[in-house]
């Protein structure tokens, strides 16, 4: 098994372009989720999907997009970007424990380090 | 709003020594997870407690869960210089949401 994988590794955008981050897990997932990660401020939820066709706004979702249309593929489209979007980006997936509205052990992916002038 | 803060923010110590790193979160929760992360890279689960456990083993590492008192702490014994990282505890909302919330985290420094 790949695990989680993410795509590309580095980025530099200039403000105003967008731009595609990729990210797939062939565990068979139902839950998976975006997080941006800045210096002192931990991780923040960006967007979460529990399964094809479902996703929800977490913490930080103003100026993303995401869509859920298999199973495997989360993508986050950043539509404008801007200097504030720079940061470390985290894609993560996991199982849905069963009987409660609740996750379970998250599997990252290696990031995507974006960098916008 | 963050739902689980780590403390301390820092810790060094001598390999060898235990290392004991807190959680504290605001509304009650299913589970609570510990991770770890090495400098630039990806985060690495260590355990999750469930709301219903109080206590957790694996390995070197010992997670307890107080939820009267909405806290947890991670015990890493006979520290290693290979445990240098920051750590961070992560907490849902109980029967809420799917949301799952980060501190800031611990970094942990160990000198050999």
């Known amino acids: 098994n790949a695990g989680v994988t993410q795509t590309p590794k580095f980025q530099v955008l200039k403000t105003g372009q967008s731009m595609t981050l990729q990210c797939a897990q062939d565990?068979?997932?139902?839950?998976m989720s975006w997080y941006r990660q800045d210096p002192g401020m931990g991780l923040r939820l960006i967007h979460y999907s529990v399964g094809a066709g479902i996703t929800d706004q977490g913490e930080v979702p103003n100026g993303y997009n995401v869509s859920r249309s298999t199973t495997e593929d989360f993508p986050l489209r950043l539509l404008s970007a801007a200097p504030s979007q720079t940061s470390v980006y985290f894609c993560a997936s996991s199982y849905l424990h069963p009987g409660t509205v609740s996750t379970d052990t998250q599997y990252f992916g290696p990031g995507t380090r974006l960098t916008v002038l | 709003s963050q739902q689980g803060e780590e403390d301390p923010q820092a810790l060094s110590i001598q390999e060898g020594e235990n290392a004991t790193m807190n959680c504290s979160y605001k509304?009650?929760?299913?589970?609570l997870q510990w991770y770890r992360q090495n400098s630039g890279r990806g985060l690495v689960h260590l355990i999750l407690i469930r709301s219903n456990e109080r206590e957790k083993h694996s390995g070197r590492l010992r997670v307890t869960l107080d939820t009267s008192k909405k806290s947890s702490s991670l015990l890493i014994t006979a520290s290693r210089a290979a445990d240098t990282a920051s750590y961070f505890c992560?907490?849902?909302?109980?029967?809420?949401?799917?949301?799952?919330?980060f501190g800031k985290g611990t970094l942990l420094t160990v000198n050999p």
């Open positions: 509304t009650s929760i299913n589970n």
């Open positions: 992560a907490t849902d909302v109980g029967g809420s949401n799917y949301k799952l919330t």
């Open positions: 565990m068979n997932h139902e839950y």
